[in-house]
């Protein structure tokens, strides 16, 4: 919007700097960069995990996280560094034409908000749960309910009946196993088409960003 509409001079600054259609030729490239923001940072946030136990201690874990990390990190190039590059070249093309070095150094900040909001959904995108915490979590959830036997055992001799017992013995694992796993599901946000409490980047980026964009 900063490109599009601000004005400087009295009003005159921008038709005296350019005219109409090089001003939309400006405008164009700038929406080109953020759309292609939009774009490349949905294909980074959908791509798969790189980050659990297999990814470290097997030779085709390994070989699989290299190429994820691989294309993740020219995804990263591409959004976080040559297209906010190409912004503050066209930013720079406004500022030789009059544009007050205030207004510039806002849409700076602007920039800046954009890399950031890039590295907080990097974060969370490529780190996860410590290792050491997931590994108690699933030992816990296994060898827990062995523990819980002779507690199984009375509860069926308490109440006269094997069936509760056994219910609750089955239960108990059960629902302890649906817990780790529900945690290991939200583990990455950005899986709206596998998850129902995922994010649907897609939906977010490459198509309300874009609408949103072009109106």
């Known amino acids: ?9 009295s009003g ?14 400006h405008t164009d490239a700038i929406l080109e960069q953020l759309v292609g923001i939009g774009d490349e940072l949905c294909r980074f946030l959908t791509l798969p995990t790189s980050s659990q136990a297999c990814h470290r201690m097997l030779k085709s874990g390994r070989m699989e996280a290299a190429d994820i990390v691989e294309v993740a990190y ?12 190409k912004l503050t070249v066209q930013t720079e ?21 954009i890399g950031e909001a890039i590295e907080i959904l990097r974060t969370i995108k490529m780190y ?9 979590g699933r030992i816990f959830t296994l ?7 002779p507690a199984f055992a009375q509860l069926a001799l308490d109440l006269h009946s094997l069936t509760m017992g056994i219910l609750f013995a089955v239960l108990t694992p059960l629902v302890l196993t649906a817990l780790f796993e529900t ?33």
């Open 74 to 85: 020219r995804l990263l190039d591409s959004m976080y560094t040559q297209r906010i590059i």
């Open 12 to 25: 005159k600054g921008r038709s005296e700097a350019m005219d109409a259609e090089k001003w939309l030729e």
């Open 183 to 215: 945690m290991q599901v939200i583990e990455d946000p950005f899986v709206g088409w596998v998850s129902l409490d995922g994010i649907d980047v897609n939906e977010e980026l490459e198509i309300l960003h874009f609408h949103q964009l072009i109106r």
């Open 143 to 149: 060898a827990l309910p062995a523990f819980y036997a």
């Open 93 to 113: 093309k406004v500022k030789t034409f009059g544009l007050s070095a205030s207004e510039v150094s806002r849409i700076r900040q602007y920039e800046r908000f």
């Open 1 to 9: 919007m900063s490109h599009a509409i601000w004005d400087w001079d």
């Open 128 to 136: 996860r749960t410590p290792q050491a915490l997931r590994s108690f």
